[in-house]
Every structure is written in structure tokens, then in C-alpha cells.
């Protein structure tokens, strides 16, 4: 997956402080999005705070917010930062925020991430090493970042920095270890919406693991039209369920991976089905499809059904179903999942 910029006279921190005044820019990266909206949603709900309109590079949004909490910038800008009291400025092109102490730590926070993931992405371009190497040390710098969630979380418990990084150190948790976890922290935690979210999933994610029947559901098309996921399992074929989205860099760089296996193995028994999860633009989404040549069928704007049903926490996610709809494989990528398929594919 960064100083307070204005020096204020003590009276006017204090006021600012007292009144619960939020000023947020958004620098980006260039004026493309000039005239477009982005809008200020709360981590926790999904409820949309506050809307602005950019005007040239840049963007501002204003009002009052007495209890900090993590928000989201989505739309015309993205990013994340912490709301709350004062002037923050957020860097969309440096990805930095300043301007209130929470958002230095968690822009500390993204920037020692950062540093691992150019790392990561350094080595994968290296020619002389192999997929296998590449893939352990992908792993490795894996458990690094869930390794600094750890650290930010344990030293920020009590404030909204704390309550980001949770998601991404208990990523892979248990529902028992999650809510050891949740044990030990403050109890305001477990209250919080996307928390319920998050232990469900991990509960979802154990009841619908490896040896588990296909859970169905059905979205309804722009056009009226009904699809069901069994549409696609259990008629006598294994399929690989990609879930996936336009706007995530870590399923885009997974569906080279995915094209492989289904030129490899589509004739030899293998179907591929893409299932788009989250927030949905159909002319991403469709740029996406056509850029990186996916032919395989898709369920598209799915939202959160289909990530409900499986106990998705994060995306990519692969589910490998066998020819009567029994899951064979769930949550592997790389070589992992090389492996996995070509395991089942040589057992047909």
C-alpha cells in the first residue's frame, strides 16, 4: 500500500483547537482532475463527510470534526489521513500529510511501507532471479509490513493512527486470534463498525475454507439481467474465481499471473471468472479489462456481497473451485497459486 507547514500564533491554534475546525488540501499530482468532485468519506461507515470540487491541482475541504477519526479521500483524489482540528495538507503525488501530529505519525507509517514495497518491487525486476525467489522475498517483506502495522498499532491503540493500522497487522488473523487482539486493546475498538465487519469476515473466511461447498449469490446487471456465481461453479469444470477490482495495484499485478494459467490450462479443464468487489467504475473497470486483455467472464459490481459471503478481507483474492463446486484452493498468489493449479490441473 508523511511539519506543520504554517506557523500559528497560540491564540489561534487554541481557538482552532476549542471550535473543532478542519481545513484539508489535496495537492495532486496535476491538473487533470480540474473541475472534478472528490468527497471526504469516513474509514469507519463508508458515510460521505464532505464534498469539494478541484480547481487546478488542488482541492480543499472545510468543516468541523471534534473527535479525529481516519477518513478517506475517494473520486477526483484518494488517499487516507486522519481528520481532525487544524491545517492538514495531503501530497497526493509524494503521498505525504502534515499539519496535526496523528497525521505526521500515520504519514511516517506509510512512508517506512513505502520504502519496503520499492524494495520488493526493485527485486521483482532483477531477470537473474527466479519466480520462486521473487515470490519469497515478496513474502518476506509481507510479514516486514504486517511487522510495522504491529509496532504503530501497539503504540497508537488509544488514538485513530492506532485503529488504521490494526486492519493491516491482524490481516490474516483468526477470529480467536483477533479477538485476543481485541482483548487487550481499548474496548471502544471492537465498537467500531468496520471492526464487526472485520471479525465476521474472519468468521466467514473459517466456515467457508477448503472443503467447503460453493456459497451462491446474484447481482443484477445494468441491464436488468440476473448473474449468479453458480452460474459459472459446479458444471463439471475447476474454476479460478479472481476477486479483483480496477483500482487495486496489487490485483493489477496479479492478472499476468492469471492470464498464464488460463492460456495454460483453459483447455485442459480450467475456467477463470473475475468478480469485482468494492467501490465500482464501470469505465475503469472496462479501461482495465481491455488494457491488460482479460477474456475471461465477469460478475461486476459486486460491492460488498460477494466479499461478504466469503469472508473477503482484502482483494486479490483467488478461490479455486473443483468440477462440483468444493473449494480446493483459497487466498494464494504467485507461486503458490502456480502451484495449486498445476497440482489440480495435473490430477484431472
Known sequence: MRKLLILLVAVTMLASCDSGKYRVKAMLADGSQNGKTAYLTDYDTGDTIATASVTGDSLIFTGIEKNPRVVKIIGAARGTLILESGDIVFDAKEYTIT?????????????????????????????????????????????????????????????????????????????????????KAPSKLREMKRVERWLNNAKQREEHGVGSKMVDFAITTEDGAVMHLSDFVGKGRYVLVDFWASWCPYCIKEIPLIHDLYTTYNEKGLDVVGVTCGRYNADDTFRAIERYDIVWPQILNTGDIATTAYGISGIPCVIIFDPQGTIVSRGKQGEELKADVARLMGAV
Open 99 to 183: 499539519g496535526t501530529d496523528h497525521n505526521v505519525t500515520l504519514s511516517e507509517l506509510f512512508k517506512a511501507e513505502g520504502k519496503l514495497e520499492a524494495a520488493n518491487d526493485s527485486v521483482q525486476q532483477i531477470a537473474s532471479l527466479s519466480d520462486a525467489e521473487k515470490d519469497a522475498f515478496s513474502r518476506d517483506i509481507d510479514r516486514q509490513i504486517t511487522a510495522l502495522y504491529k509496532e504503530y498499532f501497539n503504540d497508537n491503540k488509544r488514538n485513530p493512527v492506532g485503529y488504521y493500522a490494526f486492519f493491516n497487522y491482524t490481516y490474516e488473523m483468526s477470529s480467536a486470534q483477533l479477538d485476543s487482539v481485541l482483548d
